[in-house]
Nanobody
Framework: VQLQASGGGLVQAGGSLRLSCAAS????????MGWYRQAPGRQCELVAV???????NYADSVKGRFTISRDNAKNTVYLQTSSLRSEDTAVYYC??????????????WGQGTQVTVFQ
């Protein structure tokens, strides 16, 4: 099972980016997927999460600016960011709690994708 993240980049403050994370492999179901981020010198923090039932939760710092969504047919989760600020600069990691075929639920991490916001 793999989580492949993409969509990071360099963007001016006030701009937007859409991050994608595709899960592949012997997946029976996706329980929950989300995005975390880690800025230099700071702890990793939850950005947003979406459950199989469509429940979403966001960090207070991104509420109203970021939107998490999922395409079940593609096993893909998206993070649409807008009104980006310099403090959003971080490496963004995709996370998924997946039930693998014939097995139990396992927590997976994708590789990070860098988001850099400049003034």
């Amino acid at each position: 099972v793999q989580l492949q993240a993409s969509g990071g980049g360099l963007v001016q403050a006030g701009g937007s980016l859409r991050l994608s994370c595709a899960a592949s492999g012997s997946i029976f179901s996706i329980n929950r997927m989300g995005w975390y981020r880690q800025a230099p010198g700071r702890q990793c923090e939850l950005v947003a999460v979406i459950t199989s039932g469509g429940y979403t939760n966001y960090a207070d710092s991104v509420k109203g600016r970021f939107t998490i969504s999922r395409d079940n047919a593609k096993n893909t989760v998206y993070l649409q960011t807008s009104s980006l600020r310099s403090e959003d600069t971080a490496v963004y990691y995709c996370n998924g709690l997946l039930t693998i075929t014939g097995g139990s639920a396992v927590n997976y991490w994708g590789q990070g994708t860098q988001v850099t916001v400049f003034q």
